[in-house]
């Protein structure tokens, strides 16, 4: 069965430093979203992004952050200089339609 | 208006039992429902999905109750098992936006044998 895939599983990284959050999502679904859960909190939506443009991004991602597809099968997420308070697990997720399949995630650690 | 408010945060179910975990929502613009189950360390995975043209929807020992008047979902699980034991998260979407889920705070379910 088909799955989303992200690398990696464990980022650790200092404070002020870039980070590049990876994912592959199901072949022949259109939609990719990024999602991410603070320790024990509730899944938070960051972007959506659809025909090589983010269609809508949360008040979560600023200018910190950027999406991009830079092939026919990876999409990332930039961080470009981490805060402790990014620390998280960072979920890619896509869809055809509605039913979005999540990856597995990546702990990102901020010290 | 964008938030989907889910109860309880947590709940304690004897084997065999029903787990029931409610949500309620105020965009009438939301037209789909899912409720995803994660374990320690994965990610969501979707367990059942529900759209407001029908008031119920059974896959197994799962399903769905939907309330359009009231604004409120909720899950059912029936004959509860210990491997049922994980966090359910409720989430709502509008189809015809960008489709991005908007989460409830999460259930811990614990089943005890």
């Known amino acids: 069965e088909p799955e989303v895939t992200q690398t990696p599983s464990h980022q650790v990284t200092q404070m002020g430093q870039e980070v590049i959050l990876r994912c592959v999502p199901i072949?022949?679904?259109?939609?990719f979203y990024w999602y991410r859960q603070i320790l024990g909190q509730k899944v938070e939506f960051l972007v959506s992004?659809?025909?090589?443009?983010?269609?809508?991004k949360s008040e979560i991602f600023d200018d910190q952050f950027s999406v991009e597809r830079p092939d026919g099968s990876n999409f990332t997420l930039k961080i470009r200089s981490t805060k402790l308070e990014d620390s998280a697990m960072y979920f890619c997720?896509?869809?055809?339609?509605?039913?979005?399949?999540f990856g597995p995630g990546t702990r990102l650690t901020v010290l | 208006q964008q938030q989907v408010k889910q109860s309880p945060q947590s709940l304690i179910v004897q084997k065999g039992g029903i787990s029931i975990i409610n949500c309620a929502y105020e965009?009438?613009?939301?037209?789909?429902f899912p409720w995803y189950q994660q374990f320690p360390g994965k990610g969501p995975a979707l367990l059942i999905a529900?759209?407001?043209?029908?008031s119920e929807k059974k896959e197994g020992r799962f399903t769905i109750s939907f309330n359009k008047s009231a604004k409120q979902f909720s899950l059912h699980i029936m004959d509860s098992q210990p491997g049922d034991s994980a966090t359910y998260f409720c989430?709502?979407?509008?189809?015809?936006?960008?489709?991005?889920?908007?989460f409830g705070q999460g259930t811990t379910l614990q089943v005890k044998p």
């Open positions: 997720a896509s869809t055809p339609d509605n039913e979005q399949f």
């Open positions: 072949s022949n679904h259109l939609y």
């Open positions: 992004f659809y025909n090589n443009e983010i269609s809508e």
């Open positions: 965009n009438t613009a939301f037209d789909y």
């Open positions: 529900i759209r407001p043209d029908v």
């Open positions: 989430a709502a979407s509008e189809s015809g936006n960008t489709g991005k889920l908007i």
